[in-house]
């Protein structure tokens, strides 16, 4: 078997999302390719360790902010690789070149440079998506107040809305969705069914959310829709998202919640217990969750959390 490759590389955010891509130095593999800074894990370093060691080697920057995400193998000619990555959020000191690479902030789904190392597709993708999942509230609200909501978020926003709408038949279901994929996107929000897959796979949505019993009834990723995600709530859902090539999991319930209130919940715990394990896609944590609880979220290497009833004013 091959020697596996540790490497820890950070993801510099901004606070209007933009991040930090580096041209990798001459003389290295793939020199010139565009990557996230860092570097392979010395003998006893944690991932951690060694992204601060290699941003300050690197860009010179002293990292003070810095919470677990994606993780990602891949099987290069020259190394079988274990990628590392982290969400950079804040650090100290003025960024300086300091092995010749040159540096750009680039935004997820503009990308201006060229070209990416092969490991980074499904990092990049995973950058396209929104801190806060919202789930529409089942039926808490009419029609009307559903739609003229969606429309305010997606006015100032790129705001995701998962339909979730289970007690509308597939007509009423089909004319909502109808409506709102009508609504202006300025900012290019998505929407998300919920669901039955045939009929989603009609309707002009983004995505398809599938329920946990839909994913493990699944040979292969389902065909047609640029975003498909899945509710999981243990390790072989979890390992079913990977296997599938899904964009996204949410995990829970976390803590108690009034949609789920005779199952006990996973904790957090559990929750990080479940991440630590290392997954390419990002996942969303479920349960008792809102704006309050996405630093906690992170801080475990979510993405960000799912909203249900927080999202709305009902
Ligand atoms: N830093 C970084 N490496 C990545 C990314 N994506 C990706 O596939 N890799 C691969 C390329 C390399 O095989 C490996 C990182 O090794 P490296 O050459 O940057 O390691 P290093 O900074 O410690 O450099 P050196 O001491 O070996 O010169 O991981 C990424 O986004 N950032
Ligand atoms: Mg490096």
Not at 119 to 137: D, M
Not at 139 to 163: C, M, P, R, T
Not at 247 to 270: F, I, K, M, Q, R
Request: net charge negative; hydrophobic share 40%; aromatic share 10%.
């Amino acid at each position: 078997m091959r020697k596996i490759t540790r490497v820890a590389a950070g993801i510099l955010l901004q606070p209007d999302g933009q991040f930090l891509m580096a041209s990798r130095p001459a003389g290295k593999p793939y020199a010139g390719y565009w990557e996230f800074p860092g570097g392979k894990l010395e003998a006893g370093e944690s991932a951690l360790e060694a992204l601060k060691r290699e941003l300050q080697e690197e860009l010179g920057i002293n990292v003070t902010a810095a919470t677990p995400w994606l993780c990602q193998r891949f099987d290069y000619p020259h190394a079988l690789v274990e990628l590392h990555f982290f969400r950079v959020t804040a650090w100290e000191g003025a960024m300086h070149s300091h092995e010749g690479q040159q540096f750009a902030w680039q935004q997820a789904g503009h990308l201006q440079v060229s070209p990416i190392l092969p490991a980074n597709g499904p990092i990049l993708r995973g950058l396209s998506q929104p801190q806060l999942l919202r789930f529409t509230p089942a039926g808490l609200l009419d029609n009307e107040a559903l739609v003229s909501q969606i429309k305010q978020y997606w006015a100032q926003s790129d705001a995701w809305f998962v339909l979730r709408e289970p007690q509308l038949d597939a007509d009423s279901y089909a004319a909502l969705c109808q409506q709102i994929t009508q609504l202006p996107r300025p900012h290019g929000g998505k929407l998300i069914a919920h669901g039955s897959l045939e009929l989603a796979s009609q309707l002009p949505v983004d995505g398809i959310h599938l329920s946990a019993t839909q994913l493990m009834a699944c040979t292969s990723r389902p065909r047609g829709f640029d975003w498909v995600g899945a509710s999981t709530h243990d390790q072989q859902q979890l390992a079913q998202v990977q296997t599938l090539g899904l964009d996204y999991a949410v995990l829970g319930h976390v803590n108690n919640t009034a949609s789920h209130p005779d199952e006990p919940p996973l904790g957090w715990d559990e929750f990080g217990c479940l991440l630590k394990q290392g997954w390419s896609f990002p996942c969303f944590a479920i349960g008792g969750q809102s704006v309050a609880t996405l630093p906690l979220a992170q801080s475990y290497g979510a993405q960000g959390v799912a909203v249900l009833r927080a999202a709305w004013q009902c």
